[in-house]
């Protein structure tokens, strides 16, 4: 049975409240120092709480292992849960296809870790070649659908 659900929205950069544009514009500035010597595919993203002020920001970490690699949205979330941050509002992502195609969506364990501090998070993601333009807007509920979790 197909779903009808839409997943995500385009919104212009103008057209967004004040945090979603400072955690587009942190996220850029934080994928300027994105480690990815092996994949060459940096990742930025920042993170607001609904339990504290202030923005946290990751990049992506890689690792010659591989798998061993921390993606940028984990790295943000980890510095503010290692601040006694627990409520997460939102997050914004800034990456760029090879392509330019498609937006880069957070991957599966990110969807699944983003869920764990609210499953109401708004989720934003630009692209690097047009930061302040069209922003893909979507939450943690619509990318994790019956996400797990316990209580
Ligand atoms: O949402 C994403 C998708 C990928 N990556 C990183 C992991 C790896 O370093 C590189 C290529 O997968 O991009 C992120 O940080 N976040
Ligand atoms: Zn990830």
Redesign the pocket.
Known sequence: MPLSKEVAVTVPYDKLDQTAKDLIDAALSARGF?Y?P??K???G?AVAWSDAEGIDKG????NATYGN?????R?AITTGVTQGKRKLKAIG?V?EMNDSSDF????GP?RQFIYEFGNKVDVYMAKVSSVHGDVLVSTADQLLPLGFRLN
């Open positions: 994105a990815c092996y994949s595919f940096g990742v993203a990049c992506n970490v890689e690699t921390i993606c940028a949205e790295n992502v990456a880069v969506s957070p991957c990110c």
